[in-house]
């Protein structure tokens, strides 16, 4: 292994555009998450994301492995970081840096490396005023040497709605008697709706981050806004 060489960069082009080393950047994500390469329509998808969150993109190459290992021009670790928002207490949010896509590969870890592209982040929101930063982790314990602890939880619900939206019956009656009602909106005002209701929401929810641009493509109708391999759906809004 030879020296390493740390990069941060933006992406190239216009929405829809492909750029050379940020697919590699991409390539590198769904290595280092042992993911299968998602192609180069969602790879797009992808940038396109990390444009229009303005994220920072950190890259580590090895441009002295070995030859018969995956090319110099794929990076051996990646680290991302974006302007955010987080409600500290109901009726107060703060901007927040996020942090995202972290990634190193077997073969180069401890070698300081996460150490060195989170210490740099962290510098980056300080130097920028941001008090807080954030980031969602299956393994929480990696980070807690930097500072990161546990502030809020996710989980994710699924409806079945094939026969209708069966609610309870103390459900529907107090639904009924609030005078709100449930509607399908056309893709043109969901995207409105959404935005308003979730910014009331994140204002109440202490924990709750701002919505990434992935939920708000979800919003807007596509069919893969987290441009997963695999992840195409057919989305209907609907609104209570």
């Known amino acids: 292994m030879g020296e390493l060489r740390y990069e941060n960069f933006t992406v190239d082009g216009a929405q829809g555009s492909n750029d050379p080393r ?6 590198a994500i769904d ?3 042992l993911e299968s390469p998602r192609g180069a329509e969602n790879e797009v998808a992808q940038l396109d994301r990390f444009r229009a969150e303005n994220t920072v993109l950190g890259a580590v190459y090895d441009d002295g492995q070995d030859p018969r290992a995956v090319g110099s021009q794929r990076p051996v670790a990646t680290f991302g970081d974006y302007r955010a ?12 840096q ?3 896509e972290v ?7 401890r070698r300081g490396i996460l150490t060195k592209l989170m210490t740099s982040a962290l510098q980056r929101a300080k130097d920028d005023g941001l008090a807080l930063s954030l980031l969602t982790a299956s393994e929480g314990g990696i980070y807690g040497r930097f500072g990161f602890g546990v502030s809020a939880f996710s989980s994710t619900v699924t409806i079945p709605v094939a026969k209708g939206l069966q609610l309870r019956a103390e459900v529907a009656e107090s639904l009924k008697s609030s005078g709100m009602s449930v509607i399908v909106p056309s893709w043109e005002a969901f995207a409105t709706m959404y935005e308003d209701v979730f910014a009331a929401f994140q204002l109440a929810t202490p924990g709750q981050t701002g919505h990434t641009q992935s939920y708000r493509d979800r919003a807007a109708g596509k069919p893969n806004p987290w441009a997963v391999k695999g992840e195409d759906r057919a989305w209907r809004p609907l609104v209570v």
Request: hydrophobic fraction near 45%.
């Open 103 to 109: 990634t190193v590969r077997g073969t180069h870890r």
């Open 85 to 96: 928002s987080v409600c500290v207490v109901p009726g107060v949010v703060l901007p927040a």
């Open 31 to 33: 290595y280092g998450f």
């Open 22 to 27: 940020g697919a590699e950047f991409v390539r």
């Open 98 to 100: 996020m942090v995202t």
